[in-house]
């Protein structure tokens, strides 16, 4: 059974870190394009950041840019993703998501064209 497993959620306080992983279980990550998404209440869910199979090319949102960063590890089957300097604005549950039968380098990062999602972790952020 194909299982994206999301942790590393939590509460931070503005300025703060967290650190997200995204395992998989049942499948390989060597070949799929994970992102990263979030979905805040009211709003639609975003791409906050996407990884091709390669780990070269990494797409970014504007809002998350400098400093988040997104990373696999395929030996551990696990993607990465690092939010430093975080926002308030950041609050939202976050998913990862991965995408299969795509080029190496493709890093396409909207949520539609991704087909196996994990449960989500909530991640806030306040004082």
């Known amino acids: 059974q194909v299982q994206l497993v999301e942790s590393g959620g939590g509460s931070a306080q503005p300025g703060g870190s967290l650190r997200l992983s995204c395992a998989a279980s049942g499948f390989t990550l060597d070949y799929y394009a994970i992102g990263w998404f979030r979905q805040a209440p009211g709003k639609e869910r975003e791409g906050v950041s996407c990884i091709s199979i390669s780990g070269s090319s990494t797409v970014y949102a504007d809002s998350v840019k400098g400093r988040f960063t997104i990373s696999r590890d395929n030996g551990k089957n696990t993607v990465y993703l690092q939010m430093n300097s975080l926002k308030p604005e950041d609050t939202a549950v976050y998913y990862c998501?991965?995408?299969?039968?795509?080029?190496?380098?493709?890093?396409?990062?909207?949520?539609?064209?991704?087909?196996?999602w994990g449960q989500g972790t909530q991640v806030t952020v306040s004082s």
């Open positions: 998501a991965a995408r299969s039968r795509v080029g190496r380098e493709d890093s396409y990062c909207n949520p539609r064209v991704y087909n196996s």
